[in-house]
């Protein structure tokens, strides 16, 4: 207890953090790498300490000790004595159970513990008979080596995470070296090629790790050259999954433009074509495709037409239900996560720890932001008014039908209208959920609009007119979530979201993040209607930016006062 601590540390995991203290932003910094934030209010931030948060926090090197260290120096009024043994039961945990290829048969996976009682706790679990899990040893257990996945899927689910030491495949050799034509200076001479700092410790991270995890950085910081990196250190064939066709057509840009990689040497998995290539891209659309719900996926084989060594999991927070389920079956292939938030809306959080990798790099937002390697961003709520003839429909509206009203609240147009010309020339994006409020918008603003009926090749010219100054407004879906890469737009005006999508919040703020000449500045703004539904959706939709560091300034259309969140 120090009496003057910024937070508030209770026996049920959760902790609160003043917003009013002189240290809430170190605490707040401080404080996710190892909780998460889940709630966001004027006076406190509350904070929850999970599991998995501590597991991540454990396969970054920190320790039971220097967790508890931390809440000690950051709680006011002393760590409940409760607490403390819960961490250090749940951190401790990690690193107990360990797997190891059989030794005399490569058909089995051995599970060894670091004490016999251990083992004897999870012969009383449910859930792990199926998995034929068969005790062979006072510490070892042995299972079929096909359940490898599943077996750290279950394990961690029942709170028993696993250290995976059952080696992987070298897979089919590939030969690849970076080139150094049209690649970004990196403080060497022009025209040369080197990682930034953070890379290369995100790929030195990663490999040290033995060959699973995910990499978190934000939107901009270059999360696919960490990609190409550990394909050029691992040398070998992979197979690279996205989220869209715009993002295979920029990673094979980048494939081609900063690697000795030729065209002939990667394949596009996609609707338009079926190359399958010692580099191959493929979407998880395509991979999760099916002619009915009774039906095999049909391309799922995809993960075993090659020798792959290495799968990539672009934006691996959308990896869907089904690629978990094969994800289980390739335990022995090296697998790398790629992604600007670990935040799942479907809760699955923990699949992507058991089985893509635990958290083995992240760097927080603002401390790239600092470095010069993100733009700075000024993020605004701007709070527009109904008008009377919407206040009378959506008082007699259910919940859904009001969140809907307010979220397409046509005062929003003179709004968007008012924000483009307070930025003039600057690079626009509108973004929002709704197509007939898109087209409403695009029709008031005389910009042009791309939704998912948009055909890909229109997608790119407008993106390519954008990025030549001959476009600087552009009305997009939810379809620009990800992976559009439009490094001049510096404001992007929210003007509806999926509900409370903390995970989206934080890719639409990402489509301005890159590095701006001059002062690098962007600016983020969020519409929101007044006295609605919408107002509590918000709240949530900010909460992981609000972790990194970001404040909202709250404006109400019109020359009002500006309060801060």
Request: proline fraction near 4%; include cysteine.
């Amino acid at each position: 207890m120090n009496g003057t601590g910024a937070c508030i540390a209770r026996k049920d995991k959760t902790v609160l953090l003043e917003c009013g203290h002189p240290g809430f932003g170190a605490a707040g910094m401080e404080l996710a790498d190892y909780a998460e934030l889940v709630k966001s209010l004027p006076a406190y931030h509350t904070y929850r300490i999970t599991p998995l948060s501590l597991w991540n926090a454990a396969a970054g090197g920190m320790t039971a000790e220097q967790i508890i260290a931390s809440l000690r120096r950051l709680a006011r009024w002393g760590v409940p004595a409760g607490l403390e043994e819960e961490i250090g039961r749940l951190v401790t945990r990690y690193g107990r159970l360990t797997l190891h290829a059989g030794t005399a048969d490569s058909r089995l996976v051995l599970l060894r513990a670091d004490s016999p009682a251990l083992l004897d706790e999870l012969a009383g679990l449910a859930g792990l008979d199926a998995l034929q899990l068969r005790r062979t040893g006072e510490l070892e257990c042995a299972c079929p080596a096909v359940s490898r996945g599943l077996l750290k899927q279950e394990l961690t689910r029942l709170g028993y995470p696993v250290l995976d030491y059952a080696g992987y495949r070298e897979g089919q050799g590939l030969s690849l070296a970076w080139t150094g034509v049209g690649l970004e200076e990196t403080g060497g001479n022009p025209g040369t090629f080197g990682l930034r700092p953070y890379q290369q410790e995100a790929v030195r991270l990663f490999y040290g790790m033995g060959g699973s995890g995910v990499v978190v950085l934000p939107c901009g910081a270059g999360k696919t050259v960490v990609g190409l990196a550990v394909i050029e250190k691992l040398q070998c064939e992979t197979l690279i999954l996205t989220s869209n066709t715009t993002s295979v057509e920029q990673w094979r840009e980048e494939l081609l433009q900063r690697t000795s990689l030729q065209s002939g040497e990667i394949g596009e998995y996609t609707g338009e074509r079926r190359e399958v290539r010692p580099v191959t891209l493929a979407t998880y659309q395509m991979l999760t495709h099916r002619r009915s719900k009774e039906e095999d996926f049909v391309h799922m084989s995809l993960f075993n037409e090659r020798n792959w060594g290495l799968i990539i999991y672009d934006e691996v927070h959308l990896l869907p239900a089904p690629v978990f389920r094969a994800t289980a079956d390739i335990q022995a292939t090296r697998r790398l996560g790629l992604t600007a938030t670990l935040i799942r809306e479907d809760g699955r959080e923990g699949d992507v720890f058991s089985l893509i990798g635990p958290r083995c790099y992240e760097l927080p937002w603002r401390s790239l932001e600092k470095q010069g390697w993100i733009a700075a961003v000024e993020c605004v709520e701007l709070v527009v008014p109904m008008d009377s003839a919407l206040r009378s429909r959506y008082l007699y509206a259910g919940g859904k039908e009001q969140f809907r009203l307010a979220a397409g609240n046509p005062s929003k147009a003179e709004a968007a209208a008012g924000i483009i010309a307070e930025h003039a020339g600057a690079r626009v994006l509108v973004i929002g959920q709704y197509l007939d409020q898109l087209e409403a918008l695009a029709a008031c603003l005389d910009a042009p609009l791309i939704t998912g009926k948009t055909p890909q090749r229109e997608r790119n010219r407008l993106y390519e007119a954008f990025n030549e100054g001959a476009l600087n407004v552009l009305v997009v879906s939810k379809v620009a979530n990800f992976a559009v890469n439009l490094p001049d737009a510096s404001v992007a005006i929210e003007v509806s979201g999926a509900y409370g999508s903390r995970q989206e919040e934080a890719q639409r703020l990402g489509r301005i993040l890159r590095p701006k000449q001059g002062e690098n500045r962007a600016y983020f703004y969020t519409l929101v209607t007044g006295d609605s539904r919408e107002q509590e959706f918000a709240l949530r939709r900010r909460l992981f930016l609000t972790e990194q560091g970001y404040e909202y300034a709250v404006r109400t259309a019109g020359p009002q006062e500006e309060a801060l969140l």
